[in-house]
């Protein structure tokens, strides 16, 4: 590859950032995301090294690609990645595609569908510039599944898809406060280690590979606090969209939420999002209502003698 660059726009979403690259990415030629998701994995992923590790990113960043739709309603694809591969959808990345198609001037406040490799979502954008985002169908798989976890005992928790799998466990020791996310992080990690031990997977052997802990909220207008794991070992600085939506899951298996009622999942960071759960067509949607800034614009020059063109690997 000769010299070239990417343009992206940054934003977060409750605190968790998105960096879309609106243009510079080659054409993909798949007639589905999912396809279009492999092509890039297969000849472009040192492009997504590119704009997601050190120096340019770093291991929080969800990027999201931009590629023409695949469905006849839809206003945009998008593939997700992040510091270590691709992943299916992403709650708070769609929710910042929404912002900074608005900010771009190609949506207005209303109705849109956008294609994901997992299938089509839809977000509503509002005039204060809230969106809420309707995730894929949804479901929790497993219950109070017992996992021997070194260092920490038997830890119980729940198995539930909401775009990404998830285990999902209250380990009460851990206090889920900013200062002590290097513990959370040690806990989830084995965690994750303990269920790839185990063979603890979701369905047709797919990895859990987000693990969210889960406790009482600090602030008085949520109905818990979360702490979630990434795929690539960093921590979503958001209440994660897909986590919200797996954690509703769980909950409405127990009886313990109700169709269309709303549940209110506070972030490690303090962050807020707003859920509810619909029927539709037999399948459970999910709902998340965040609001999202754009935080900047950028040219990432990828220069041929530069070093570290693609990433610096493992950040």
Known sequence: MTATTLSVVDSHTEGEPTRVIVDGWPELHGSTMAARRDECSQKWDTLRSAAVLEP???SAIVAAILTPPVTANAVVGVIFCNNIGYIGMCGHGTIGVVRTLEFLGRIS????????PVGTVSAELSDDHHVTIENVPSKCTQ???RLEVPGFGVITGDVAYGGNWFFMAQVPELSLRLDNVPALLRASLAIREALRHATITGDDAAEIDHIELFGAPLRPDADARSFVLCPGGSYDRSPCGTGTSAKMM?????????????????????????????KRNGSLIP?????????GEATLHLSSDDPYRFGIVGT
């Open 287 to 295: 709902k998340i209502r965040a609001t999202a800034h754009i935080t």
């Open 56 to 58: 340019r990113g770093h």
């Open 109 to 116: 406040p209303g109705r849109v569908s956008i294609d994901t």
């Open 250 to 278: 769980s909950l409405y298996e127990r009886g313990k939420l109700e169709l269309d009622a709303p549940w209110r999942q506070e972030s490690i960071t303090g962050g807020l999002f707003v859920g509810s759960l619909h």
């Open 143 to 145: 219950r109070d599944v």
